[in-house]
C-alpha cells in the first residue's frame, strides 16, 4: 500500500499507526479490553480508517478499470 499511485503514505502510514496502538493496548491491557479496564479502544480508529481506504478504492475503481485494459 506504500507504494501504490492512489493509496500510498497518505493511508498507509496512518493505517501502520493505529495498528501498532490498537496492538500495543490490546496487548498491554490483556486479558480485560481496555475499555473495561478504563483506557481508550482504538478499534473506531481502525474503523474510521478501513472506511477512508474503502472510500478511496471506489473513488480510484476508473483508475483500475482504465489500467487493467490498456494493458
Same mark, same amino acid.
Given at each position: ?8 503514505k497518505?493511508?498507509s502510514?496512518p493505517?501502520i499507526?493505529?495498528a501498532l496502538?490498537? !496492538?500495543f493496548?490490546n496487548?498491554? *491491557?490483556?486479558?480485560t479490553?481496555p475499555?473495561? +479496564?478504563? %483506557?481508550?479502544?482504538?478499534? !473506531?480508529?481502525?474503523?474510521l480508517? *478501513?472506511l477512508?481506504v474503502t472510500i478511496?478504492i +471506489?473513488? %480510484? ?5 482504465a ?5
Amino acid at each position: 500500500m506504500y507504494n501504490h499511485p492512489k493509496l500510498g503514505k497518505i493511508f498507509s502510514v496512518p493505517g501502520i499507526v493505529a495498528a501498532l496502538l490498537l !496492538l500495543f493496548f490490546n496487548i498491554y *491491557f490483556f486479558p480485560t479490553p481496555p475499555t473495561n +479496564a478504563g %483506557s481508550i479502544d482504538f478499534g !473506531l480508529l481502525i474503523a474510521l480508517w *478501513f472506511l477512508a481506504v474503502t472510500i478511496q478504492i +471506489a473513488r %480510484s475503481l476508473k483508475w483500475v478499470n482504465a489500467k487493467c485494459t490498456s494493458e
